[in-house]
């Protein structure tokens, strides 16, 4: 299985999945632990994949989502952002719409 399909593969197992650094309970950078906030805050049940522990995953995401930073969001399959776009989502309640 290549990376691509790993991470493809862990998209469509979860609903809502954090690629992001560390874990919900222990997030590794500032832009992890807001989206891991933001996405508590919209009450969001939600996997966390942490990229620090797979540099094939970490350099893959960004090929695969054709974005260059960590973290990045996926909801239904779909790519939705980073945590700057996480947090303005939020501000206007898009996010909490897409969640629902």
């Not at 691509?4 to 954090?18: A, P, S, T, Y």
């Not at 939705?80 to 501000?91: H, K, P, T």
Request: net charge negative; with cysteine.
């Amino acid at each position: 299985m290549s990376i691509q399909e790993k991470i493809q593969q862990h998209i469509n197992d979860n609903n809502i999945v954090l690629f992001m650094k560390g874990n919900a309970e222990l997030p590794m950078c500032g832009f992890s632990a807001r989206a891991v906030n933001i996405l508590k805050s919209c009450g969001a049940k939600f996997a966390t994949i942490d990229v620090l522990q797979d540099e094939e995953i970490r350099q893959g995401i960004k090929v695969f989502s054709n974005w260059p930073t960590i973290p990045q969001l996926y909801i239904k399959g779909e790519f939705v952002g980073g945590s700057d776009i996480m947090a303005d989502m939020f501000e206007s309640g898009e996010l909490q719409a897409l969640i629902k």
